[in-house]
């Protein structure tokens, strides 16, 4: 009896073993093949070292280590493990490893190099003129990009696989992506960012990818992309990146449908929709209200595997373009952060015609983007607050873009055909001489004395809007003298005692010109032969004491000068210019 009993116990004891152990291997069994792919983060603090560790215990397989999130990429046996695993108070959350794939569609094949017609729509041509994107460093996060393609490996400068592989496209998708970025910003570096095998990958790796290009300060980031999925891990990756001031451009997504991919839906991120030759939505494109240009994207030529070209259409070759035009701008304002190149690319974009949703701001224009300032309106005549006295002036301003003057046919050069100019607040413009370089306008009647306003405004070739006004005064009537008065004390009959003064009072401010015994007899002629010098040629002192007086003190008796005599001022002009006119008899009386 005794043994029965021992051997039930042991029965017992090995099935409840088996039961254990059955549960516990559920719990942390080793992946199979394939496994649930996720991503686990944990909280901030944890050290590396107890993340392995416990990833460890779970019996997880860890794919890649996730530092930008904190976080390891994974494959779990099944769903039980993620409930079990999310119990440690070190995991954070637990997220899907989304799968993300290519965006583009075939159209033909081309074997003849030629110019993209988005590159002239965009007119990256006419930004050539300023600059081609020199030194500026552009990642592009893709399927990697053909190393040897004579057109574009001068420009490919390094590169980085999420597989710790070659980081050489295996599809030609990023090839053909490089390929129209460096068309359009012909000097740019490239960095062949493969998160993407034979065009499909997961979020895993484009974190990786995404932490490479912050470690080597790139400046743009082409996403050539999407998902329909979002997650925490997804934008924690983006934002994190965006707090590192790199731009991050990306495709709208080509099912087109009313709702924008991942990771463009993001608002840190430059959402881009596909447009056709006639300046349409593409049909396949989606868009969504989180879309903030438009660009070419239908029937693309571009670089493609084995040093030839291929057409292609797809929303990520829109971004492309986008993407080329950042790197131009960011050339002439490298200090620029995301929301600063957004601002401009938005205010200088060409409305199409279509719904906010599918254009955004509108067609993204290189030319306008890489000149986002304004010309000045310099060299004015009148000058502002100038008095003058010619009642017919010819108004003159010059024309000068603050940033590219030094260029001759220039994008940012003014646009004669779209300047208007006012005078008092009637157009002149029609009356006026326009050109790239200013304006002159002479009125055709006499203005009347007092103020007047001139307004000028209009656009540069980039369309920048400009606007200058200013103020002028006329005073077209010529100064008098008033009086002429001496002292009491002489100047009677020619007999006159030292220090004799004369006091000349005038009708309006005058210019006050230096007047001494070399000019006071020109400039206040008697009509006798009398003088106001003395015998030895001299006067004693002359001063303004204000601009409408002046004060005359005679050197001695010898001056001839008498009450009577008829003075007839020259050569004095008043603030605005006028010649003086008129006589007046000296007459005593102080």
């Known amino acids: ?28 069994s080793s992946p199979k093949e394939g496994g649930i792919r996720k991503i686990i983060v944990f909280r901030s603090g944890t050290p590396k070292e107890l993340s392995q560790k416990i990833l460890k215990q779970a019996r997880t397989e860890i794919l890649k280590d996730l530092s930008l999130i904190n976080g390891f990429a994974v494959k779990l046996p099944s769903e039980k493990s993620i409930e079990v695993i999310s119990r440690y108070s070190e995991i954070l959350r637990v997220d899907d490893d989304i799968p993300v794939e290519t965006l583009i569609l075939p159209t033909s094949q081309s074997s003849i190099p030629s110019v993209s017609w988005g590159v002239d729509r965009i007119d990256a041509d006419l930004a050539w003129q300023v600059n081609k994107g020199k030194g500026i460093r552009v990642a592009v996060l893709d399927t990697g990009i053909d190393l040897d393609h004579p057109e574009i ?114 608002p840190e991120v430059f959402a881009i929709t596909a447009t056709d030759k006639n300046d349409q939505l593409a049909l396949f494109s989606n868009f969504g209200p989180e879309i903030d240009f438009a660009a070419p994207g239908v029937d693309i030529s571009s670089t493609f595997l084995g040093g030839g070209h291929r057409n292609f259409s797809g929303s990520s070759l829109a971004s492309a373009h986008v993407t080329g035009t950042v790197a131009l701008l960011l050339y002439l304002r490298s200090h620029a952060n995301p929301d600063q190149i957004k601002e401009i690319l938005s205010s200088t974009a060409e409305n199409i015609g279509l719904e906010r949703e599918k254009e955004g701001a509108g067609l993204v224009d290189a030319a306008r983007a890489i000149d986002g300032v304004p010309p000045e309106v310099t060299d004015f005549f009148p000058t502002p607050e100038e008095l003058i006295a010619e009642p017919m002036p010819t108004i003159s301003a010059k024309f000068k873009d603050k940033s590219y003057a030094s260029h001759k046919e220039t994008i940012s050069s003014v646009d004669p055909d779209l300047v208007q100019i006012f005078l008092d607040g009637e157009e002149v413009t029609e009356k006026a001489e326009i050109t790239e370089d200013g304006f002159t306008f002479t009125p055709l009647n006499s203005l009347p004395d007092g103020e007047h306003e001139i307004e000028v405004k209009g656009y540069d070739r980039a369309g920048n809007k400009f606007f200058k006004s200013w103020k002028f005064s006329l005073d077209s009537v010529a100064p008098k003298i008033i009086q002429a008065i001496a002292s009491n004390g002489g100047l009677y009959a020619g007999i006159k005692e030292e220090g004799d003064k004369v006091v000349f009072v005038f009708s309006e401010p005058m210019d006050q010109i230096n007047i001494d015994s070399s000019n006071i007899n020109s400039i206040f002629a008697l009509t006798s032969a009398h003088s106001w010098l003395n015998e030895k040629g001299e006067i004693k002192e002359i001063v303004w ?44 009386g102080w």
């Open 1 to 28: 009896m005794r043994k029965l009993w021992i051997l039930f116990s042991l029965i017992l004891i090995g099935i409840s073993s088996f039961l254990l152990f059955r549960a516990f291997s559920f719990t942390f």
């Open 153 to 266: 490996k001068d420009n490919i400068k390094g590169g980085f696989s999420s597989n710790g592989v070659s980081f050489e496209d295996d599809i030609g998708h990023g090839t053909f992506i490089a390929g129209i970025i460096k068309e359009i910003a012909p000097e740019v570096e490239l960095y062949s960012v493969k998160v993407l095998d034979k065009g499909k990958g997961y979020l895993s790796d484009v974190i990786l990818g995404l932490e490479w290009c912050i470690q080597n300060k790139i400046q743009v980031i082409n996403i050539g992309f999407g998902s329909e999925i979002d997650n925490q891990s997804f934008r924690e990756a983006i934002l994190k990146t965006y707090a590192q001031g790199i731009v991050i451009v990306a495709p709208a997504g080509n099912k087109g449908k009313n709702e924008v991919d991942f990771p463009a839906r993001y």
């Open 545 to 588: 004491l204000d601009r409408k007086t002046l004060l005359l003190t005679l050197a001695d008796e010898s001056a001839s000068v008498e009450i009577g005599d008829v003075i007839t001022p020259t050569t004095l002009k008043d603030l605005a210019g006028n010649t003086i006119s008129g006589s007046v008899v000296l007459i005593g």
